[in-house]
């Protein structure tokens, strides 16, 4: 059976990267305690607390829904959602209710995602944006397509799997076995994907892994019911809106 990647380690990794990230900032504690008031308040405190290489980062993506989706819901999203106080009832909390978006997480998503696009000259259009995102929360149906629906016979999916090992963890030496396929059936009725393994690598010579398991050529299904850590290159899932 082809793996999945570990939700836990993939949310440490990506804790780790963005805590690196936002203490590079400079700014002090005091600093994030300053609640804006309204999206041009957030994204004047934002160009004031985060740096210039932080900055530049983020808009290295860009996609903007994959630079927000790799930062709202841990590092600088968790940041603004707490000492912003938008799980508490702060005056930024009650600005969004006001506009109809209730969930911190959309509040954070929205101001990133016009952080994004201020930062890379374009309009942000926030009143586009709450129009969006109220025909979604109160038309979902509109919006809906159904995961086996995306994909085609022929396309290119990639995952990975770390090798196993406490001490490979902890003196960070592990190796990485990366995994692409293509997809050669499509069976709907059952929502699953038949993919056949095209390439193996791995980023440490000698790295130990299941060789008959994953070998070139071998034809698997994965199912699509519980979701698949199978992805196009530079796919990213999104679930802020709820």
């Known amino acids: 059976m ?26 002090t504690r005091k600093d994030w305690k300053v609640i804006p008031t309204d999206i041009n308040g957030c994204l004047e405190r ?3 607390l985060l740096s210039d290489n932080f900055k530049t980062s983020f808009i290295e993506e860009e996609e903007e829904s994959k630079a927000v989706s790799l ?8 940041q603004m959602r707490n000492d912003w ?31 994004h696009r ?3 000259g374009k309009d942000i259009d926030f009143q586009g944006q709450l129009d969006l995102y109220l025909d979604m929360v109160n038309n979902p149906e509109k919006y809906y397509v ?28 592990q190796g990485r076995c990366d995994l692409t396929a293509i997809i050669k059936e499509i069976d709907k009725d059952g929502n699953r994907l038949l993919l056949e393994l095209v390439n193996v690598t791995t980023t440490r010579e000698g790295m130990k892994y299941d060789e008959e398991e994953y070998k070139v050529g071998k034809q698997t299904w994965i199912s699509l019911t519980n979701g698949t850590a199978w992805r196009r290159k530079g796919e990213i899932v999104q679930i802020h809106i709820h």
């Open 146 to 173: 159904a995961p086996i629906e995306k994909y085609n016979i022929g396309d290119t999916l990639t995952n990975y799997f770390y090798e196993m090992g406490m001490i490979r963890a902890f003196t960070n030496t």
């Open 2 to 27: 082809l793996p999945a990647i570990s939700a836990k380690l993939m949310r440490n990794l990506l804790i780790i990267f963005l805590f690196l990230s936002l203490n590079s900032v400079g700014q």
């Open 118 to 120: 201020q930062l890379s």
């Open 46 to 48: 934002l160009n004031f």
């Open 71 to 78: 930062t709202n819901f841990v590092g600088l999203g968790t």
């Open 85 to 115: 106080k938008l799980w508490k009832g702060s005056e930024l909390s009650e600005y969004f209710n006001n506009l109809g978006v209730r969930n911190p997480e959309d509040m954070t998503y929205m101001i990133l995602i016009s952080f």
